[in-house]
């Protein structure tokens, strides 16, 4: 088996996905093993490969296994990726999906919160990228799908600190795709809007961001209408389906938001004035 990538169409190709133990990751790890994937799921609290049984397996051959994984450590990230191709020989597509959200006002938020969120959304995207591709580029092929967020392109009051992280993966990609595209290396983003996951629970509100704040009541306001819109957004599922699509299509497009809604609301982005989609983001979020 090792080293099929490829060959065999979708089937066993060998996928790095990280943060797999919640939603969006699970479904995708789910949903991809039920598929024929050889699935290597991350978690912070996975102890590591067990004996060489998978966590999971599927009558399509597909299979997922949990290994260690904190995207803050280099040293995690570089044994993440050397653990799959130990066992695999190569790594055909790395899913870059863990992530979380630190709300507060951009004054309410210190820098010591601020860099805890690059670090894990963009930095331990980042690593992870910089640890696969010496090997994609030794393979001549590879796929690259970041998760961002609609808060990527459409940044979002209260969550200014995350949004940042998402807009700087963004760059970080529409970049990418120009320097590894030569390699036979293909990099896009997903851009997932309001979803159903543990997100909403794991979210770090900034210290400061008390009742003693003077944005306090502003933000209660806005955090808990965002809150009540990811716990009515779509299933991880739905997203899944989304992540499967970017690595089905022989030339993924650069970005890809999910559901018709937010496709909309990207559009119009590009279309309306400033001071419009402003307006719009202020009498939802601000
Ligand atoms: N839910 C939404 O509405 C929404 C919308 C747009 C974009 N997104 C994006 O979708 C991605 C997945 O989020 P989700 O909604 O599925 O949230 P989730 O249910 O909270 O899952 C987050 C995953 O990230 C992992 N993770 C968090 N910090 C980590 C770290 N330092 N090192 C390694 N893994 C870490 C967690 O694994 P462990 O805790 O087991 O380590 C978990 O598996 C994120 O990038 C998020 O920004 C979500």
Redesign the pocket.
Known sequence: MKGMGFMSGNNNQVVLL??????????TAEWLMERGFRVYG?????AGIMDGKPYKTSASGGFIEMIP?????ES?AENAVRTVLEREGSIDVLI??????IAGSIEDTSIREAEKQF???FF?TLRMIRHVLPAMRKQGRGRIIV??????LISIPYQSM?SAS?YALEALVEALRHEVAPFGIKACLV????????????RVIAEAAGEASPYYSRFRKSLDRMEQ??QN?VS?EK?ARVIHGMIKRRNPPIRRA?GLGYKAILFLKRLLPSWLVEKLVGMLYA
Do not use: C, H, Q, W
């Open positions: 990280t943060g797999a133990s919640s939603g969006i990751g699970k479904a991350t978690s912070r609290k996975a994984l904190d995207v803050n450590s995690s870059s999906n863990a992530g979380m959200g670090d894990v959304n331990g998760i961002s967020s609609v808060a990527g995350y998402k851009e997932p809007g309001d979803t159903r996951t543990g997100f909403t629970s794991s819109d990811e957004g991880p997203v999910v």
